[in-house]
């Protein structure tokens, strides 16, 4: 009997480029998942990954994502939002730009693809899927990475969206609800770092009015995130799940655009991702 193994990335902004290296070590040594969930940037990387286009993550955070055009106070005041997510995933990712998504490879990936993002209005989570995704339409990527008040929240089909992290910021219990035997769960932090509110109050003031709901989600986020640590925590205690972490955030946070911290923290995901192969080699054994 074979067992499903799901992966997870939560994101994390630019702290995310961990996860990029996790996941382009298991490209590396052919490691396969038969779901594989992301949420804000961790559905930027998991795009990638499925696609089977290793070191294309790098390139986003470490090259790209210096330019002005992908994020700046200039966005911010002539658009509303801080990151330019037409930019980072359609002028760069579409057919025709500068470092397209293998749409094709993407498609053919017999892994399921489920991308989380968070109804503006209602605060619901959206799990979206492969089938929500099309050629150079990549606009589910966008809407779970719509950071409140920093991006407008983003609309598919009429519904307005924000970052997926407000509803379900590490769904590993959603990927189990899917039949995974095993989860392997991507955070960009230290596992046992206790995740703090601090500017979520301010920015959900910003955004109350509007959507009432949404702030109050985001006031809520570290205390939802926590909790779904500990859920993966209580997972990995009975063998089902395993959390690959950084040891420390090399001076990196959501926004953080310095390339040799970037880097730096990449090479520990890079070197993390070991840990994977030997999880699952272990129990595959045992199963």
Known sequence: MQQKIGIVDVGGGFRGIYAAGVLDYCLEHSIRFDLGIGVSAGSANMASFAAGQRGRNLEFYTKYGLRRQYASLGNFLRTGSYIDLDYVYGTLSNSDGEYPLDYDAMNQNPMDLIVVATEAVSGRAMYFTRRDIQRDHYDICKASSAIPFVCKPYEIGGVAYYDGALADPV?????????????????????????????????????????????????QRAATYNSGVALAKEYTSKGKALIVAPDDTCGVNTLTREPQRLKLLYQKGLKDGERIQTFLSARTLEF
């Open 171 to 219: 769904p590993v219990q959603k990927a189990f609800d899917m039949g995974c035997d095993l989860v392997v769960v991507l955070l960009s932090r230290p596992v046992d770092e206790i995740r703090l509110p601090g500017k979520d109050p301010k920015l959900a003031q910003r955004i109350q009015r509007k959507y009432p709901i949404a702030a109050e989600k985001l006031r």
